[in-house]
């Protein structure tokens, strides 16, 4: 694999590994692998998911909400994407598309499946009437950043991230590409933060939950060791937003739920009851 001139075959077919860290679970076809069900705990949230950017969204949301003194106690069990849990049928069930997170709303009637982790944002943003506006240009204000998260995110991750730290191979019109959009993403953030104290406005909302833990933690020097290449020292306003945001206690635990790397006393494998994060850390595990 380098980086010369390919010409694209007429229909493209599958028939070499791709390269790369995630090679291993990369695959053009949808479906369940193996079968395998889910765990279901006690409480009325099941949430299904590991240690990536979109999966600090939704545990930072639900710490947020218990903080607030919402009525919204989760069990949070462990997708180990590496070995490919995705692709279990249970996990297929509630997420055709396999991807982190997954939740089940076990509090009605019947139990919701709800994927996409901006969708389970609005979901539980919606169910418990917190950090979404009901109505009004407020509310489209959240949804614009919440939408501009989902649609900028891929060319972080995806994109420079991928081609930046994950690649066999490090291409530079790729990281180039990628790099330019990026900062440009991280300027579009700059220029609005210069005016206001969250993205969409003064109060903290389900779109600051979406877009720190990606760009947040990339300017925190948290993703792909880029933080250098990228000089995100130099977008002073994101910098400002994305410690003050950083420094919450509900963040702070959101961020060890379902995590696998790092230091153990900030690796919550599992949470299921509020109590885990003081008894059920990985350090405490291993020296137990």
Same mark, same amino acid.
């Given at each position: 694999?380098? /980086?010369?001139?390919?010409?694209?075959?007429?229909?493209?077919?599958?028939?070499?590994?791709?390269?790369?860290?995630?090679?291993?679970?990369?695959?053009?076809?949808?479906?369940?692998?193996?079968?395998?069900?889910?765990?279901?705990?006690?409480?009325?949230? $099941?949430?299904?998911?590991?240690?990536?950017?979109?999966?600090?969204?939704?545990?930072?949301?639900?710490?947020?909400?218990?903080?607030?003194?919402?009525?919204?106690?989760?069990?949070?069990?462990?997708?180990?994407?590496?070995?490919?849990?995705?692709?279990?049928?249970?996990?297929?069930?509630?997420?055709?598309?396999?991807?982190?997170?997954?939740?089940?709303?076990?509090?009605?009637?019947?139990?919701?499946?709800?994927?996409?982790?901006?969708?389970?944002?609005?979901?539980?943003?919606?169910?418990?009437?917190?950090?979404?506006?009901?109505?009004?240009? =407020?509310?489209?204000?959240?949804?614009?950043?919440?939408?501009?998260?989902?649609?900028?995110?891929?060319?972080?991750?995806?994109?420079?991230?991928?081609?930046?730290?994950?690649?066999?191979?490090?291409?530079?019109?790729?990281?180039?590409?990628?790099?330019?959009?990026?900062?440009?993403?991280?300027?579009?953030?700059?220029?609005?933060?210069?005016?206001?104290?969250?993205?969409?406005?003064?109060?903290?909302?389900?779109?600051?939950?979406?877009?720190?833990?990606?760009?947040? $933690?990339? =300017?925190?020097?948290?993703?792909?060791?880029?933080?250098?290449?990228? /000089?995100?020292?130099?977008?002073?306003?994101? $910098?400002?937003?994305?410690?003050?945001?950083?420094?919450?206690?509900?963040?702070?635990?959101?961020?060890?739920?379902?995590?696998?790397?790092? /230091?153990?006393?900030? $690796?919550?494998?599992?949470?299921?009851?509020?109590?885990?994060?003081?008894?059920?850390?990985? /350090?405490?595990?291993?020296?137990?």
């Amino acid at each position: 694999m380098t /980086d010369t001139p390919y010409t694209p075959p007429k229909v493209w077919t599958w028939n070499k590994p791709s390269g790369g860290t995630f090679a291993s679970i990369n695959r053009p076809i949808a479906g369940a692998t193996h079968d395998k069900a889910l765990p279901v705990g006690r409480h009325p949230f $099941q949430l299904y998911s590991m240690g990536t950017p979109n999966w600090v969204k939704v545990t930072v949301m639900f710490e947020e909400l218990l903080a607030a003194g919402h009525a919204a106690e989760y069990d949070a069990w462990l997708i180990r994407i590496g070995d490919g849990d995705q692709f279990g049928s249970g996990f297929v069930e509630i997420n055709p598309n396999s991807k982190i997170p997954a939740l089940v709303d076990r509090s009605g009637p019947a139990p919701v499946r709800v994927f996409e982790s901006a969708s389970i944002l609005m979901h539980l943003a919606e169910k418990f009437g917190a950090f979404l506006p009901a109505s009004g240009p =407020a509310r489209t204000e959240v949804l614009n950043w919440l939408f501009w998260q989902m649609g900028s995110a891929p060319y972080l991750g995806g994109g420079f991230g991928h081609f930046y730290a994950y690649a066999p191979v490090k291409i530079e019109y790729a990281i180039d590409r990628f790099a330019m959009e990026t900062k440009r993403q991280l300027d579009v953030l700059d220029r609005e933060l210069a005016g206001r104290r969250f993205i969409a406005g003064e109060d903290y909302t389900i779109a600051d939950m979406a877009i720190w833990p990606w760009y947040g $933690q990339l =300017a925190l020097g948290r993703q792909y060791n880029a933080a250098e290449f990228l /000089d995100v020292e130099s977008y002073t306003n994101v $910098q400002r937003w994305a410690k003050a945001i950083d420094a919450r206690p509900a963040v702070k635990r959101g961020r060890m739920v379902n995590r696998t790397y790092g /230091d153990p006393a900030e $690796q919550l494998h599992e949470r299921h009851e509020a109590s885990d994060f003081q008894t059920q850390t990985q /350090d405490k595990r291993a020296g137990g």
